[in-house]
């Protein structure tokens, strides 16, 4: 999966955030996604983690609206 900036993202516990941006970890070059709540929340996750399908619960941590 492709994470795309300003796209919309439901993430799987319920709730809608956009993506701001992706940008590199400073110490371990890691990718992050970078990603909005409705409210103004801000939070950063791994690019593998935020792309990630969940093999227990059958379902991608966070889906493309």
Known sequence: ME???GQVYQYYKG???IVTDI?????????L????????GRWARPYEMFTEYM???KCYRFEEI
């Open 3 to 5: 994470v795309k900036l």
């Open 33 to 40: 996604v970078v990603y909005q709540d409705e409210k103004g």
């Open 23 to 31: 940008v590199q970890h400073t110490e371990t070059g890691e990718c």
């Open 55 to 57: 093999d227990d619960l």
């Open 15 to 17: 709730g809608y955030y």
